[in-house]
């Protein structure tokens, strides 16, 4: 883990924030030591062709606005925790590439710490997901634990024996860019046919477009999801009207793309053999619609099917608020001396 200059240690009702930065959203939260989030604030993501400070000034904004929030009077907040969609460097928070934003060899650590002048922690925003899921959701107690997050990309981790494995350089767990189609679909990575471009966010709001684009029926009641601009429709919208019953988004998560989810996790679970695979994320929350032919195709293509266990596939407990969650609790065990 990679943390700001040790802080005080903090009392037993002390807060951290959180900073989950993703493709589409910026959430922020002030978390307590139970993993409860007390208040949070949302803001959309500067577009990826912005300047790289333009999203930093983005999270200091949010830092900020919660700091001087009512929840906030009267109690100590001890430290910054940021998860960053993109590949954190393990020896100095650096942002080394952020597929859906703008950092390049980003010293986002350094950077925030100075601007905010507290202890920061910056970690890939699954880690942080992941990190939440093991501690006070739906990964308590599993020692082998396998993350997978559906948002605008998909992002992953894994928690080996109560430790997030962050690879040798802390660049582990960008699942989604593992390449299923080769010469498939473009991706933003630079590479084509990545996981990700047949089961993420990106790919229901793709789904639910072309579907409007074909004439069906109920436009409006998509729509309205997103305040009339289709520009502004996020995969999180689209499972939402899903789960509503809608028309138009139902299909969007079709078993397809459960089916292709299933198929990188059959890949996964080859490979890193977990006790539990959980998944969230914002398109996550299409619930069975994608997890049903999820766990189906995963049982039918792992290698060794039969002779092996096959590891539950599991909702996080967390929701979108796993990221953020996570992100305070590594930033507030960095205060805590060892």
């Not at 599993?142 to 998909?154: A, F, K, P, Q, R």
């Not at 002779?307 to 953020?324: C, D, F, Q």
């Amino acid at each position: 883990m990679t943390g700001g200059a040790a802080g005080p240690r903090p009392d037993g009702d002390a807060l951290a924030v959180g900073v989950d930065v993703g493709g589409t959203r910026i959430k922020a939260g002030l978390v307590d030591p139970a993993g409860r989030v007390v208040t949070q604030v949302r803001h959309d993501t500067p577009d990826r062709t912005t300047a790289a400070r333009v999203v930093e000034d983005a999270v200091v904004a949010a830092v900020e606005e919660l700091l001087r929030s009512p929840a906030a009077a009267g109690r100590e907040v001890v430290a910054v925790g940021v998860g960053a969609a993109g590949f954190v460097a393990a020896d100095a928070g650096r942002v080394v590439f952020a597929p859906h934003l703008s950092w390049r060899d980003e010293p986002l650590q350094d950077r925030l710490r100075a601007r905010l002048d507290r202890p920061v922690v910056v970690d890939n925003d699954a880690n942080a997901a992941a990190w939440a899921e093991h501690r006070f959701g739906a990964g308590r107690g599993e020692s082998h634990l396998l993350v997978v997050t559906l948002g605008t990309g998909i992002g992953g981790a894994l928690v080996r024996e109560g430790r997030l494995d962050r690879g040798r350089h802390g660049l582990a767990g960008e699942f989604g860019h593992m390449v299923l189609v080769p010469d498939g679909r473009p991706c933003e990575c630079g590479n084509r046919g990545c996981w990700e471009q047949y089961a993420s966010g990106a790919v229901l709001r793709r789904e639910a477009l072309d579907l409007l684009a074909a004439g069906a029926p109920d436009l409006d009641a998509v729509t309205e999801r997103c305040g009339g601009d289709l520009d502004r429709l996020q995969g999180e919208d689209v499972t939402a009207a899903a789960l509503a019953g809608d028309r138009v988004a139902t299909p969007s998560c079709s078993p397809d793309v459960g089916r292709w989810l299933g198929t990188g996790l059959a890949n996964l679970v080859a490979a890193l053999d977990p006790g539990t695979v959980v998944v969230g994320g914002g398109a996550s929350e299409a619930g069975d619609l994608l997890l049903r032919p999820a766990r189906e195709t995963l049982a039918r293509r792992l290698v060794g099917r039969g002779h092996r266990p096959v590891p539950p596939v599991l909702a996080a407990e967390l929701g979108v608020g796993a990221g953020l969650v996570g992100a305070a609790d590594l930033a507030r065990a960095s205060t805590i001396p060892a």
